[in-house]
């Protein structure tokens, strides 16, 4: 069956970094557009950043944009977020996300598949 494990959460200060990765496997993870999503306390769960199943293309909430990137290395079937400048308003559970072949909105999206999340926790 298809699992999608998150790593890389932690607590950092504002200003930090972080690198969250997402392991694939039990699907052809060359074909699945990849995704970021949180949700923080009391919030609904967002969008946070899409890479398309080749990695040529990206899409960035505005919230994070220039400050996250996703990449993804499908001979390692792993997905990345690179986290710069974190603010406290960051802090959520990230959760990864796939679905074969989405091109849609991403703002709207809800993926077939996600993992169980990772707690990401920034400090003032």
């Known amino acids: 069956q298809v699992r999608l494990v998150e790593s890389g959460g932690g607590l950092v200060q504002a200003g930090g970094s972080l690198r969250l990765s997402c392991a694939a496997s039990?699907?052809?993870?060359?074909?699945?557009?990849m995704g970021w999503f949180r949700q923080a306390p009391g919030k609904e769960r967002e969008f946070v950043a899409a890479?398309?199943?080749?990695?040529?293309?990206?899409y960035y909430a505005d919230s994070v944009k220039g400050r996250f990137t996703i990449s993804r290395d499908n001979a390692k079937k792993t997905v990345y977020l690179q986290m710069n400048s974190l603010k406290p308003e960051d802090t959520a559970i990230y959760y990864c996300?796939?679905?074969?072949?989405?091109?849609?909105?991403?703002?709207?999206?809800?993926?077939?598949?996600w993992g169980q999340g990772t707690q990401v926790t920034v400090s003032s």
């Open positions: 996300a796939g679905e074969a072949y989405y091109s849609g909105v991403y703002n709207s999206w809800v993926p077939d598949y």
């Open positions: 039990g699907l052809m993870f060359s074909t699945y557009t």
């Open positions: 890479i398309s199943w080749s990695g040529s293309r990206t």
